[in-house]
């Protein structure tokens, strides 16, 4: 019984409600604004990377390299292209 | 009346006019000829509704090279303007309509379907699979491709052109300063087909990764699956950048949001940050599969293997990485400091690095070949050098300094032109040429075809060299017209005799398949070039399913090792093959896709919430819909594999 019972995915869905209610303190809380966008920004990864890794079973084929490279390349893109963005605008301009 | 005002041309001239007689007349004389031969069905069963990746490949090469047309059209006219000082042949307006209609057609509908039917026609065939991964997908791709195209193309004789240049830079694009309706069909258009295009990327890359023949590992791919595989993944990670440029460009055009206003937060800029985030990347998506192209042709015609193939696919991966970092190069002068340009510019000469690899590779794969000038290689031959050109004055561009020297001039405009024509166009037509017999049966014109080439080379060099003298010179690009005095008019009219000398390369290009149709033999066999990769190991005309039987695979060169060392690919017998059902359902959805762009551009608001309720309407059909393929049984196929042997 114990093989057949989804722990790990009963256990990661508790946990992403646990980072949902994480987030939405920053609503209810009085807090600044670099605090509150520092754990929503926090809270969204993580909670993306759950639902990639436990409910869509990245790492669950033969293809885990293929899929883990894509999402590193994906990531290493986004913020290269975020932080490009702000020397751009923000930094250097 | 009113509600057809908006149908109108804001800037009508005669040359509109007669295009409008002449679409209209080619219409009604394309309906009547497939009446009259009764092709209706024809079309339908095995054109429109097909998802067999060859006749997708056929129908994006079609498109094309009909695009190809449709750009050169408008640069001959954009050469003749310029020909003699203060000329008088297009308007200020008009000439902006058509160096934007020229920009975007030649990049995003003649160069992209270019690319696309080389994906679809070869990489199956070379990694020895029997369709894509997902062929219903790839027909939606291409039918979304087609609709975006035609739905631009229109553009010129209903309601008008896009005006803004191909880059469409707000302020310029917004309402304030594009009236008419012509930067709707930009951000709808090149939505549409934006989203087939992403599509292939996905495709094309499960594809790979997922149906390759048995034993061919990954560094065992044949390079133009290589550039393929690469170009696929920039379009996967570079695309939606571009997905929702368009969707907040539309957005500020249709429902006045704020995003790339001068005031209100917004901010103009932004726009040309986002495009170039997007654009940079999709100009390796074009040049990576010419470099796989060439890299094929190159080894076939020099007789020897691909030198450094390691080197070559880790050069692409860099580059891959590499055109992600690189942006703003294209707006050095936008107003950021030294810091964030002296980034962009190392960045930018870096990649010279990896692309200078991948010429040396070439270099010494020609060293001590038997190498035969055929014309696919004489296209490879004629890129060297002139591609190497391009490359030299892209990194005198890079170098931040000194752009604010170059930027936005004619030398830009021949930089670029001299990298994407010798890089990719020749690309297109080597391979063109090259993989023709393996579509049709039959070779075309060799004779004709170098001369097509030395043509195309020479219109090149007359067309694109000047243009970096007036550059430098201070001749902006852009500009509808100059005076006699700045002494731009004598190398600009040799630049029109280039231009115009490249338009007979293209007329003879044309004679050329005229003349194959009719006059080319027919006997040629499997593999005319003597190639060296899988795809040419199958019959010629290709049979529906590509292979009787699964190739089996132990080098990047399986099928040279079958001919040279009795390597056995078609080991096993013939079994029953499941192959995909054809389908109406992508054709149709893209026609309703077409109608919703159409109803979007001109705000039509019922026609488009009904067309996008249709679209909705084929996606919930085909999640309900069960296709499970059908199988070809094992006496069809040997029926066919024994017509095609030639035995009757």
């Known amino acids: 019984m114990k093989e057949l019972f989804p722990i790990k995915q009963v256990m990661g869905f508790v946990f992403s409600l646990i980072l949902t209610a994480v987030a939405l303190l920053v609503y209810f809380l009085d807090m600044s604004f670099t605090a509150g966008i520092t754990i929503l920004l926090l809270t969204a990864f993580v909670q993306a990377g759950l639902q990639l890794v436990v409910f869509m079973h990245a790492g669950e084929t033969e293809d885990k390299g293929a899929i883990y490279s894509n999402v590193y390349f994906g990531i290493l893109v986004a913020l290269v292209t975020i932080f490009g963005t702000l020397l751009i605008f923000l930094w250097d301009m | ?648």
Request: hydrophobic share 50%; aromatic share 18%.
């Open chain 2, 1 to 648: 009346m009113d509600f057809f005002n908006r149908f109108a041309i804001p800037h009508p001239s005669f040359l509109i006019y007669a295009s409008m007689v002449a679409i209209g007349l080619t219409g009604i004389a394309v309906i009547l000829g497939i009446t009259y031969f009764k092709k209706w069905g024809y079309l339908w069963r095995e054109w429109l509704t097909t998802v067999d990746h060859k006749r997708i490949g056929i129908m994006y090469l079609i498109s094309a090279l009909l695009m190809l047309f449709r750009g050169g059209v408008d640069a001959i006219m954009l050469r003749a303007q310029l020909a003699i000082p203060d000329n008088k042949f297009l308007e200020s307006q008009h000439y902006n309509e058509v160096f934007t209609t020229h920009g975007v057609v030649m990049i995003l509908f003649m160069a992209m379907p270019f690319i696309m039917f080389f994906f679809n026609f070869v990489v199956p065939l070379q990694i020895g699979a029997r369709d894509v991964a997902f062929p219903r997908l790839n027909a939606i791709s291409f039918w979304l491709f087609f609709m975006g195209a035609m739905l631009f193309n229109i553009s010129f004789v209903i309601g008008g052109s896009p005006d803004a240049g191909w880059t469409s830079y707000f302020p310029l694009a917004g309402n304030d300063f594009s009236t008419s309706v012509g930067s709707n069909y930009y951000m709808i258009a090149i939505q549409i087909a934006g989203i087939g295009t992403l599509m292939t990327g996905i495709n094309f890359i499960t594809t790979i990764f997922k149906m390759r023949a048995p034993g061919m590992k990954l560094m065992q791919m044949p390079m133009f699956t290589w550039s393929a595989l690469i170009s696929n993944l920039i379009i996967v990670f570079a695309f939606p950048v571009l997905t929702v440029l368009l969707a907040m460009g539309t957005m500020d055009r249709l429902f006045d949001t704020k995003f790339f206003t001068i005031g209100d937060g917004g901010s103009d800029m932004l726009w040309a940050n986002l495009f170039w985030v997007w654009g940079h990347p999709e100009v390796y998506i074009l040049i990576l599969p010419a470099f796989g192209l060439f890299s094929e042709i190159i080894s076939t015609f020099a007789r020897r293997n691909l030198y450094g193939y390691k080197s070559m696919v880790a050069s692409m991966v860099v580059i891959s990485a590499f055109s992600f970092f690189v942006w703003a190069h294209h707006f050095f002068t936008m107003g950021q400091g030294a810091l964030a340009n002296s980034f962009f510019s190392i960045t930018t000469m870096a990649i010279a690095v990896p692309t200078g690899v991948k010429i040396f590779n070439w270099l010494f794969t020609l060293w001590k070949g038997k190498i035969e000038f055929t014309t696919p290689m004489l296209y490879a031959m004629h890129f060297l050098p002139l591609f190497t050109l391009g490359g030299v004055t892209g990194v005198m561009l890079a170098m931040s300094a000194a752009d604010y020297q170059y930027h936005n001039t004619m030398f830009l405009v021949a930089h670029f032109h001299n990298v994407i024509i010798p890089g990719v166009v020749y690309a297109m037509l080597a391979g063109l040429t090259y993989y023709w017999p393996k579509m049709f049966g039959f070779m075309l014109n060799e004779r004709i075809g170098k001369w097509t080439v030395w043509l195309m080379s020479t219109g090149f060099i007359l067309a694109f060299i000047p243009m970096y003298i007036t550059g430098l010179d201070g001749q902006a690009r852009r500009m509808y017209t100059y005076s006699e005095a700045t002494g731009f008019a004598p190398l600009n009219m040799v630049a029109f005799i280039g231009a115009g000398i490249m338009a007979i390369s293209f007329a003879l290009l044309v004679y050329n398949i005229y003349y194959s149709v009719r006059y080319s033999p027919r006997n040629i066999g499997n593999d005319p070039w003597n190639a060296r990769t899988l795809e040419w190991a199958t019959h010629t005309p290709v049979p529906e399913y590509n292979f009787a039987v699964m190739p089996q695979v132990k080098s990047t060169e399986a099928f040279w090792d079958a001919k040279k060392h009795g390597h056995e690919i078609f080991k096993g017998k013939i079994e029953k093959i499941h192959m995909p059902n054809s389908s109406g359902l992508p054709f149709i959805m893209s026609c309703i896709f077409f109608v919703f762009g159409f109803s979007m551009i001109f705000s039509i608001w019922p026609l488009a919430i009904i067309s996008l309720l249709g679209i909705l309407g084929c996606l919930v059909y085909r999640s309900f819909e069960k296709d499970h393929g059908h199988y070809i049984p094992v006496e069809e196929i040997e029926d066919t594999e024994t017509k095609l042997r030639g035995a009757k």
